[in-house]
């Protein structure tokens, strides 16, 4: 209770500044009501081999989106709450406010001006630990409802020409409601030094310390040291790069600190005007849900093709994590695919299809192939939609015993008033 009353009183808190910047100036103000309501039957609720109990699942989430547009604030929030019950099993519904939220707010001030102060909130849920059995569709098992939040105040100061010193400062906090996620927090502050070459070129010279603390008792602290290039190369082609080293400092343990090359790369290309060609590669430090410090490695390739109402995307995607307080090492591959068009006036369809290999290496050694294939059909009328899916999943694992299918049929209504 105390993580909900912290995140929903920044959000309040920040709804209620928003507010008074707005009673000052001229604004583009929209709040609209929502309401989504669905049925769905799924045949094995807890992903399970053997004695698969199936129920049907009633689910209700009555919500507001808010959108602010001024000249000091640019703000968006998303808030919903989700109450699901359970047919079969009367012990699962349970109304836990805490639980059931879910929220997305993101809100700027003072955008474009010398000091800006940017305020993310998130309220989700995610899956605890990638070695365990879950589902995209499955709320209960290996799941978190986690909090996330993010203030970031920084100021620009003009250097002349097109150079310029930002200093900025990042407070980060995660917290799980459920009491196997690691919860943490963190204060960074950087300085950037950049300078615009050209109206399509920047380049930037980065420093961050981070201190993290933990739940856990594995606090640290860290320093990167990065070079940044933003370009546009012509109307097709974007490029983004950073890319420098990093050190992990643990605050109470002896002769296990870290150090990394770290990177990032996006590359974005418009084959055509309905084709687009994204490559990303990235290399980083980041906190696991459960156990603890992780250094990760990124990849994908994706082929997005868009024209009118038609849209399909195919993707291939390289995962790899290894973490730095424990003999653990995650590797997943696969590919994605997802395919929408029209059928008729308004109602169209989406097809998807998923497939992935990983190796979990640790104290127990895992392999694991899935799949999922699915499709659903969508009726669209003004701000009215209501959508009938399916979806097959298939969880085989070298360990027999965590092997399952899933099925799931749902038929779902939204509206925004």
Avoid: C
């Avoid at 709450?81 to 047919?87: E, H």
């Avoid at 296990?256 to 430090?285: K, N």
């Amino acid at each position: 209770m105390e993580r909900l009353n912290m995140m929903m009183k920044s959000i309040f808190l920040t709804i209620l500044v928003s507010s008074l910047f707005v009673s000052f100036a001229s604004a583009r103000v929209e709040v609209h009501p929502t309401f989504f309501v669905a049925e769905e039957y799924n045949d094995n609720i807890y992903l399970s081999e053997n004695d698969q109990q199936d129920d049907w699942i009633t689910t209700i989430e009555p919500g507001i989106d808010v959108r602010i547009d001024s000249r000091w604030i640019d703000l968006s929030l998303d808030y919903s709450f989700r109450y699901d019950y359970y047919l079969k099993n009367d012990d699962l519904t349970d109304f836990d406010f805490a639980g059931g939220q879910r929220a997305n707010l993101g809100t700027t001030f003072f955008e474009g001006r010398p000091f800006t102060l940017s305020v993310l909130a998130i309220i989700s849920r995610e899956t605890l630990d990638e070695r365990e059995a879950s589902s995209v569709t499955n709320e209960l098992i290996n799941k978190s409802t986690v909090y996330d939040y993010t203030v970031n105040p920084q100021y620009r100061f003009r250097l002349g020409g097109q150079s310029s010193l930002v200093f900025g400062y990042i407070y980060e906090r995660t917290d799980h409601e459920d009491s196997r996620g690691d919860d943490s927090q963190g204060h960074s502050g950087r300085v950037s030094l950049i300078r615009e070459l050209s109206t399509n070129t920047q380049i930037s010279a980065n420093y961050t310390y981070k201190m993290n603390i933990s739940d856990d008792e594995e606090d640290y602290n860290e320093q990167s040291y990065t070079l940044g290039l933003n370009q546009q190369l012509g109307p097709r082609t974007e490029i983004s790069l950073e890319g420098g080293f990093s050190t992990i400092a643990y605050v109470d343990i002896d002769d296990d600190d870290g150090e990394s090359l770290t990177w990032s790369t996006d590359i974005s290309y418009r084959l055509s005007a309905p084709i687009t060609l994204s490559l990303m590669f990235s290399q980083d430090f980041d906190n696991s849900a459960t156990d603890g410090l992780t250094k990760s490695r990124d990849a994908s390739f994706r082929i997005n093709y868009s024209k009118d109402s038609f849209g399909a995307g195919l993707e291939a995607y390289l995962d790899q994590t290894d973490y730095l307080r424990s003999a653990r090492e995650d590797e997943s591959y696969g590919g994605r695919f997802n395919l929408s068009f029209p059928l008729y006036s308004n109602l169209s369809t989406d097809l998807d299809a998923e497939y992935e290999v990983s190796d979990f290496i640790g104290a127990i050694d895992k392999n694991v192939d899935q799949y999922s294939v699915g499709a659903s059909l969508h009726y669209n009328i003004r701000r009215f939609l209501t959508s009938l899916s399916y979806e097959h999943r298939v969880y085989d694992s070298d360990i027999n015993t965590q092997d399952y299918t899933e099925n799931t049929v749902t038929l779902s209504a939204s509206v925004r008033f």
